[in-house]
Protein backbone atom coordinates (compact mmCIF):
# COMPACT_ATOMS: atom_id res chain seq x y z
CA UNK A 1 0.00 0.00 0.00
CA UNK A 2 1.20 3.22 -1.01
CA UNK A 3 1.46 6.14 1.87
CA UNK A 4 -1.16 8.77 0.40
CA UNK A 5 0.29 11.36 2.65
CA UNK A 6 3.82 11.48 1.90
CA UNK A 7 2.95 12.82 -1.37
CA UNK A 8 3.55 16.26 -1.16
CA UNK A 9 0.63 18.15 -3.58
CA UNK A 10 -2.78 17.24 -3.31
CA UNK A 11 -2.59 15.53 -6.96
CA UNK A 12 0.60 13.93 -5.79
CA UNK A 13 -1.80 12.22 -2.75
CA UNK A 14 -4.46 11.64 -5.34
CA UNK A 15 -2.23 9.26 -7.73
CA UNK A 16 -0.72 7.38 -4.64
CA UNK A 17 -4.08 7.07 -3.02
CA UNK A 18 -5.34 5.74 -7.48
CA UNK A 19 -2.34 3.18 -6.87
CA UNK A 20 -3.82 1.51 -4.40
CA UNK A 21 -6.71 0.05 -6.70
CA UNK A 22 -5.09 -0.72 -9.37
CA UNK A 23 -7.34 -1.84 -12.63
CA UNK A 24 -10.61 -0.32 -10.76
CA UNK A 25 -12.58 2.67 -12.28
CA UNK A 26 -12.94 5.40 -10.09
CA UNK A 27 -16.77 4.59 -9.26
CA UNK A 28 -15.80 0.49 -8.33
CA UNK A 29 -12.96 2.55 -5.83
CA UNK A 30 -15.94 4.59 -4.52
CA UNK A 31 -18.48 2.07 -3.93
CA UNK A 32 -15.63 0.02 -2.29
CA UNK A 33 -14.93 2.43 0.42
CA UNK A 34 -18.88 3.57 0.70
CA UNK A 35 -19.54 -0.57 1.72
CA UNK A 36 -16.69 -0.48 3.92
CA UNK A 37 -17.32 3.11 5.76
CA UNK A 38 -17.98 2.39 9.58
CA UNK A 39 -18.42 5.75 11.38
CA UNK A 40 -22.07 6.22 11.67
CA UNK A 41 -21.98 10.29 10.60
CA UNK A 42 -22.27 8.38 7.07
CA UNK A 43 -25.87 7.78 7.93
CA UNK A 44 -26.68 11.66 7.77
CA UNK A 45 -25.53 11.86 4.18
CA UNK A 46 -26.53 10.03 0.71
CA UNK A 47 -24.27 7.78 -0.79
CA UNK A 48 -21.95 10.35 -2.26
CA UNK A 49 -21.10 11.34 -5.85
CA UNK A 50 -18.03 11.49 -7.90
CA UNK A 51 -16.81 15.26 -8.15
CA UNK A 52 -13.55 15.83 -10.32
CA UNK A 53 -11.59 19.15 -9.62
CA UNK A 54 -8.63 20.18 -11.27
CA UNK A 55 -7.33 16.65 -11.64
CA UNK A 56 -8.72 15.36 -8.14
CA UNK A 57 -11.02 12.95 -7.61
CA UNK A 58 -13.67 14.41 -4.99
CA UNK A 59 -16.76 13.20 -3.22
CA UNK A 60 -19.73 14.80 -2.60
CA UNK A 61 -21.45 13.79 0.48
CA UNK A 62 -25.37 15.34 0.63
CA UNK A 63 -27.17 15.89 3.85
CA UNK A 64 -30.56 13.17 3.69
CA UNK A 65 -32.34 15.76 4.83
CA UNK A 66 -32.00 18.33 2.45
CA UNK A 67 -31.13 16.66 -0.64
CA UNK A 68 -31.41 19.43 -3.20
CA UNK A 69 -29.40 22.30 -0.92
CA UNK A 70 -26.41 23.03 -2.38
CA UNK A 71 -25.19 24.60 1.04
CA UNK A 72 -25.78 21.34 2.27
CA UNK A 73 -22.76 19.59 0.14
CA UNK A 74 -19.59 18.34 1.63
CA UNK A 75 -17.19 17.83 -0.83
CA UNK A 76 -13.76 16.10 0.15
CA UNK A 77 -10.23 14.32 -1.29
CA UNK A 78 -11.72 10.63 -1.95
CA UNK A 79 -7.94 10.06 0.13
CA UNK A 80 -9.35 12.35 2.60
CA UNK A 81 -10.90 9.78 5.70
CA UNK A 82 -10.98 12.32 8.02
CA UNK A 83 -14.95 13.12 9.48
CA UNK A 84 -14.60 16.56 11.17
CA UNK A 85 -16.34 18.31 8.16
CA UNK A 86 -19.63 15.88 7.83
CA UNK A 87 -19.73 16.06 11.58
CA UNK A 88 -19.88 19.66 12.33
CA UNK A 89 -22.43 20.09 9.35
CA UNK A 90 -24.41 16.93 11.01
CA UNK A 91 -24.19 18.52 14.37
CA UNK A 92 -25.64 22.22 13.27
CA UNK A 93 -28.18 20.54 11.27
CA UNK A 94 -29.64 18.57 13.48
CA UNK A 95 -29.55 21.17 16.33
CA UNK A 96 -31.25 24.18 13.13
CA UNK A 97 -34.73 25.35 13.82
CA UNK A 98 -36.55 26.08 10.53
CA UNK A 99 -37.19 29.80 9.96
CA UNK A 100 -40.83 31.03 10.24
CA UNK A 101 -41.22 31.22 6.25
CA UNK A 102 -40.33 26.92 6.33
CA UNK A 103 -42.82 26.44 9.41
CA UNK A 104 -46.22 26.55 7.52
CA UNK A 105 -44.16 23.90 5.46
CA UNK A 106 -42.93 22.34 7.62
CA UNK A 107 -46.16 21.39 9.21
CA UNK A 108 -48.24 20.26 6.33
CA UNK A 109 -45.36 17.79 5.87
CA UNK A 110 -45.85 16.06 9.58
CA UNK A 111 -43.57 19.02 10.88
CA UNK A 112 -39.92 19.19 12.41
CA UNK A 113 -38.72 16.33 14.70
CA UNK A 114 -35.77 15.89 17.42
CA UNK A 115 -33.50 13.68 15.50
CA UNK A 116 -31.14 12.42 18.30
CA UNK A 117 -34.18 11.89 20.49
CA UNK A 118 -35.64 9.27 17.54
CA UNK A 119 -32.22 7.70 17.85
CA UNK A 120 -32.08 7.30 21.68
CA UNK A 121 -35.89 6.38 21.54
CA UNK A 122 -35.30 3.56 18.90
CA UNK A 123 -31.84 2.42 20.39
CA UNK A 124 -33.88 2.05 23.90
CA UNK A 125 -36.81 0.56 21.91
CA UNK A 126 -34.94 -2.42 20.99
CA UNK A 127 -32.32 -2.78 23.62
CA UNK A 128 -35.28 -2.73 26.26
CA UNK A 129 -37.77 -5.20 23.76
CA UNK A 130 -35.26 -7.70 22.76
CA UNK A 131 -35.84 -7.02 19.03
CA UNK A 132 -33.47 -7.35 16.43
CA UNK A 133 -31.81 -4.04 15.19
CA UNK A 134 -32.62 -4.87 11.72
CA UNK A 135 -36.43 -4.43 12.58
CA UNK A 136 -35.77 -0.42 12.14
CA UNK A 137 -34.85 -0.88 8.58
CA UNK A 138 -38.64 -3.11 7.79
CA UNK A 139 -40.76 -1.54 5.36
CA UNK A 140 -44.15 -1.71 7.28
CA UNK A 141 -42.40 0.10 9.97
CA UNK A 142 -40.65 3.03 7.68
CA UNK A 143 -43.56 3.63 6.08
CA UNK A 144 -45.71 4.35 9.26
CA UNK A 145 -42.93 6.57 10.30
CA UNK A 146 -43.34 8.31 6.94
CA UNK A 147 -47.30 8.87 7.04
CA UNK A 148 -46.60 10.80 10.10
CA UNK A 149 -43.38 12.71 8.99
CA UNK A 150 -42.56 12.19 5.43
CA UNK A 151 -39.45 14.04 5.68
CA UNK A 152 -38.57 11.63 8.76
CA UNK A 153 -34.93 9.88 8.03
CA UNK A 154 -34.78 6.46 10.04
CA UNK A 155 -31.26 5.46 11.34
CA UNK A 156 -29.75 2.29 9.87
CA UNK A 157 -29.55 -0.78 11.83
CA UNK A 158 -25.69 0.00 12.13
CA UNK A 159 -26.51 3.24 13.51
CA UNK A 160 -29.15 1.63 16.20
CA UNK A 161 -26.38 -1.13 17.05
CA UNK A 162 -23.94 1.82 17.79
CA UNK A 163 -26.21 3.83 19.58
CA UNK A 164 -27.40 0.57 22.18
CA UNK A 165 -23.29 0.49 23.06
CA UNK A 166 -23.34 4.54 23.67
CA UNK A 167 -26.43 4.46 25.72
CA UNK A 168 -24.74 1.17 27.55
CA UNK A 169 -21.46 2.85 28.20
CA UNK A 170 -22.76 5.99 29.41
CA UNK A 171 -25.08 4.50 31.65
CA UNK A 172 -22.31 2.73 33.58
CA UNK A 173 -20.86 5.28 35.67
CA UNK A 174 -24.18 6.66 35.59
CA UNK A 175 -25.67 3.59 37.55
CA UNK A 176 -22.52 3.34 39.87
CA UNK A 177 -22.73 6.50 41.00
CA UNK A 178 -25.95 6.43 42.10
CA UNK A 179 -25.34 2.87 43.82
CA UNK A 180 -22.45 5.03 45.85
CA UNK A 181 -24.59 7.69 46.86
CA UNK A 182 -27.43 4.66 48.34
CA UNK A 183 -24.68 3.26 49.67
CA UNK A 184 -23.51 6.22 51.82
CA UNK A 185 -27.15 6.18 53.47
CA UNK A 186 -28.07 2.74 53.29
CA UNK A 187 -27.44 -0.86 52.86
CA UNK A 188 -28.25 -1.56 49.01
CA UNK A 189 -29.63 -5.66 48.86
CA UNK A 190 -29.02 -7.03 45.03
CA UNK A 191 -30.84 -9.84 43.93
CA UNK A 192 -29.96 -11.64 40.61
CA UNK A 193 -32.32 -13.91 38.32
CA UNK A 194 -32.40 -15.28 34.97
CA UNK A 195 -34.89 -17.57 32.86
CA UNK A 196 -35.33 -18.78 29.59
CA UNK A 197 -38.28 -20.06 27.12
CA UNK A 198 -37.71 -22.00 24.03
CA UNK A 199 -39.01 -19.23 21.75
CA UNK A 200 -37.29 -16.56 23.89
CA UNK A 201 -33.20 -15.57 23.91
CA UNK A 202 -32.03 -15.88 27.87
CA UNK A 203 -33.36 -13.40 29.82
CA UNK A 204 -31.10 -11.95 33.08
CA UNK A 205 -32.57 -9.59 35.43
CA UNK A 206 -30.52 -7.38 38.43
CA UNK A 207 -32.53 -5.73 40.84
CA UNK A 208 -31.71 -3.61 43.92
CA UNK A 209 -33.39 -2.33 46.34
CA UNK A 210 -32.24 -0.32 49.67
Known amino acids: M ?13 AAFKANYPEMTDQEILDEQWAKRKSSVYDHYLKP ?20 DSSCLI ?5 NTATSNLVNHRDSCEKKVAPPAQAITAYTNGGYYNKGELRLDGALWIARRNRAYKIIADPELVHMF ?28 VIAN ?29 KSTG
Open 49 to 68: KLVYDNGIVKYGYQCKSHPN
Open 146 to 173: HVANKSVVLPSAKTIARDVIRVHDKSIP
Open 75 to 79: TQARY
Open 178 to 206: HLQGILKKNFVHLSFDGWTASHQMPTYFL
Open 2 to 14: KDVYSAGTPKGKD
